[in-house]
């Protein structure tokens, strides 16, 4: 009888022991993928930091030497490999049209030193721009608002579809791609069409630049503009131009979500480039 009383007792600590250590285990799981879930958000974090400081730290250079470009029209960098090369290039160039006026956007010329590997940059455009009496006459026909502008280059100029299918072989010195070269032809490109509102919104007195991206993959180039309440907002007369919808004067960040257009560039460090003291 002793010895029953005794099975039952041992049976029941383990019953217990083997019931606690499955609470423990389902416990330790829990916890596992609680940690697992934190280190996943941390991971997470520290990547968009780091990003993020990526990114600032590539607008700083460019900044540094988009100014020094057109200060003195050249400027070089130490790079660390030909890749960082093209791409730092590639960053100035966005940059350099984002706040250029001109009717062609200036090409930004490369050249690496590799014993160095130095990264020598240079500015140079070989299409005529306007006189003054051309811009004023221009102006004169255009208004100075945003919708007249827009008006008046929608009704001077049409999208050149070929030209578009076979960008590969444009340069920012062809008609299609600057103010004056579409302006004498009636035909643009994306490029065409934001280098003329540029021009045409200068001299109206408003502050805008030039943003290079991508819509759906597809490289497009158009025109941002500072509101007086300081919304950035969208101006995209090649849009407006090829369809029944407008874009102008939206919301720059409704206008990216609408169309899935992909900045190259940041905004608000092309305004701070172009019109900071």
């Known amino acids: 009888m002793i010895f029953f009383h005794f099975a039952y007792n041992a049976a029941t600590i383990f019953r217990k022991a083997e019931t606690k250590s499955k609470i423990i285990e389902r416990m330790y799981e829990k916890m596992k993928a609680i940690i697992n879930k934190v280190l996943c958000a941390i991971l997470a974090l520290c990547t968009v930091l780091a990003i993020s400081s990526t990114a600032f730290a590539a607008d700083n ?23 960082e090369a093209s791409a730092v290039r590639r960053e100035v160039q966005a940059y350099v049209d984002a706040i250029s006026t001109k009717s062609e956007t200036p090409t930004v010329e490369a050249s690496i030193l590799k014993s160095s590997m ?10 005529e721009e306007f006189t003054e009496e051309e811009l004023k006459s221009l102006c004169s ?22 030209a578009a299918a076979n960008s590969k072989a444009l340069t920012l010195a062809s008609s299609q791609l600057t103010a004056k070269g579409a302006l004498s032809t009636g035909k643009a490109v994306c490029q065409g069409y934001a280098n003329l509102f ?46 029944n919808n407008s874009w102008s004067l939206i919301n720059f960040s409704t206008y990216c979500e609408k169309i899935n257009f992909v900045p190259a560039i940041d905004v608000e460090t092309a305004f701070a480039l172009k019109y900071a003291d």
């Open 141 to 162: 026909s255009a208004g100075t608002a945003v919708e007249s502008i827009d008006a008046f280059i929608k009704g001077k100029l049409s999208y050149d579809k070929e």
């Open 198 to 243: 540029t021009l045409l919104a200068e001299q109206a007195g408003f502050q805008s630049v030039k943003v290079r991206g991508y819509v759906d993959g597809v490289y497009h180039v158009m025109n941002v503009v500072l509101a007086s309440d300081g919304t950035y907002m969208a101006a995209d007369v090649t849009f407006n131009d090829s369809s």
């Open 118 to 127: 130095t990264l020598k940059l240079s500015l140079s455009s070989t299409t």
């Open 61 to 83: 250079i460019s900044m540094t030497l988009v100014k020094e470009l057109f200060l003195n029209e050249n400027a070089e960098i130490t790079v660390a490999s030909v890749e």
